[in-house]
DNA sequence: AAGTGGTCTAGACCACGTT
DNA sequence: ACGTGGTCTAGACCACTTT
């Protein structure tokens, strides 16, 4: 049986089932109907309610329990998709210095690295207009025949900015977030003062092979270095 | 075509052209092989093979343009997956007071209330052992009859810890990050000093009627208020 | 006109959980 | 033994893009 409005018969047994679960009539950990109860009910092949319930899986409402059933999730809250503030993201990047360093034991750790392998330091500062909002540091081992400064910075410091059929998906980022304040020579770079709390971002560039590419400390400056995320099932509306 | 030890086939699609995706050797941008093309090649059935593609859409590797073919996607890293650290998740809660306050401005605007709409605050430690890690406030309106304080608590203030089975996935969570320090009141009901640099959480609970149901802010002290996150594509283990 | 992806069907076999 | 979800097939029609 065909929808209405060209909308398809999976959309309307997604639609369904999940405002069922959102208003609550079908509670978290209760059992859907079967998947043969849903053919019968709706006159669909059974592809095609699949379709619809795989769906209900991937917003993260049901889960499939093989030979089971399908069943409500509990809702989780502690898990957020987080994007930067368009200030940080969009904002200006400036170079501001470039270094070749013995690692401190946190950038050894976290590259993988032992101590007497050199690593080199790129600083830029993130800035909104003439104010400047952060700054970040990039670390990348200093090795392997170093084709040439520039193919570093291009390939392995900034490969955000890089030729991106280059790059890839190559690697992926895992990110701390912290509050902190600066002192020393951070603080020098930053326009803010020394109790001013930061929020600081560590992240690690880490390849599908494993191995640690980079390692990035940002400073961000309030108000402007916020983050925003969201969890939950988010209602959004059809594209 | 049947894969050797029990792996569907369209797992096999997805992980070979993941494989290609992630070695480079198809690149941002670049055009997939077209489902039919693929259907000779892996001798498998168009949905078979569609399954495959599905995975890497979802995955984010791959999007498909209709009538026009599946491409490679530019990689994202500026958008985490962020959970809370164990300590904070999973670590103790006490309470610590209850009020009935006038909402300040960024309580009303944060609720969408008006002045003169009262509001209950929230008062609860984190904990992990004896040391206060954080704190957390709480604010819901004080509204519509009031059925008990307990119901309150239950249902609105602590859903997480409430009746799943009544909270269901009826809200969703916005959150922003900032790091602050803490003064006055907030300040003596922390373990902390006016100095130290705090994360703080501010999180809105809003049901997927557009309600906003709650408003908290949740204070959080270093090296406990840590949070972590992942972006760009993870390889994962064969669960 | 040929090719593409989007939707859908009506079957099939399997492994396994529940009764 | 029966029902369940997991996988897979070989077709079909559609709307649209590309050539």
């Known amino acids: 049986m065909k929808a ?21 009539s079908l509670g978290p950990g209760e059992m ?14 059974r592809e095609t309610i699949r379709k619809g319930l795989k769906q209900l899986e991937q917003a993260g409402l049901i889960y499939s329990s093989p030979r089971r059933g399908y069943f409500v999730n509990t809702p ?51 800035y909104k207009g003439e104010r400047q909002i952060g700054l970040e540091i990039k670390y990348v081992p200093y090795d392997r025949g170093l084709p040439t400064i520039e193919d570093e910075i291009n390939f392995a410091v900034f490969p955000e900015a890089a030729d991106a059929k280059a790059t890839s998906f190559s690697y992926y980022t895992e990110l701390n977030i912290q509050a902190v304040t600066a002192s020393g020579e951070i603080l020098s770079m930053l326009d803010c003062s020394p109790e001013d709390p ?42």
Chains 1, 2 share one sequence.
């Open 4 to 24: 209405n409005n060209h909308v398809p018969v999976y959309v309307t047994i997604f639609s369904e089932l999940r405002d069922r679960i959102v208003n609550g």
């Open 32 to 45: 859907l109907p079967s998947e043969n109860e849903l053919c019968a009910k709706y006159r669909a092949s």
């Open 76 to 126: 989780q809250h502690n898990k957020f998709t987080l994007s930067f503030s368009q200030d940080i993201g969009n904002g200006e990047v400036r170079f501001k210095d470039i270094r070749i360093i013995r690692p401190t034991a946190e950038i050894q750790e976290a590259l993988n690295i032992p101590s007497n392998r050199k690593v080199i330091a790129f600083y830029r500062g993130n």
């Open 198 to 239: 930061l929020l600081l971002l560590k992240r690690t560039y880490i390849t599908q092979s494993g191995e640690h590419i980079g390692y990035s400390k940002q400073y961000l400056i309030p108000p402007y270095g916020e983050l925003h995320g969201v969890s939950g099932y988010v209602q959004k509306n059809t594209h």
